[in-house]
């Protein structure tokens, strides 16, 4: 509800804990791995992208 109301320091938060403060300790895929406890998957950037521009 905070990030919807315009409060993004829970984003914020969250990525200065598991994103930023990390970056140049592990490589990106490493990194998203740990952050989101799944290797990358481009299924999502695809999911999203077909739901924006095709649907």
Avoid: C, K, V
């Avoid at 969250?14 to 299924?43: D, F, H, K, V």
Wanted: aromatic share 12%.
């Amino acid at each position: 509800m905070r990030i919807a109301r315009g409060d993004l320091a829970p984003a914020f938060d969250w990525l200065r804990a598991n994103i930023w403060s990390q970056g140049s300790r592990w490589p990106t895929a490493e990194l998203a791995t740990r952050a989101t406890g799944e290797a990358p998957n481009p299924a999502y950037f695809r999911r999203h992208l077909e739901a924006r521009y095709l649907g």
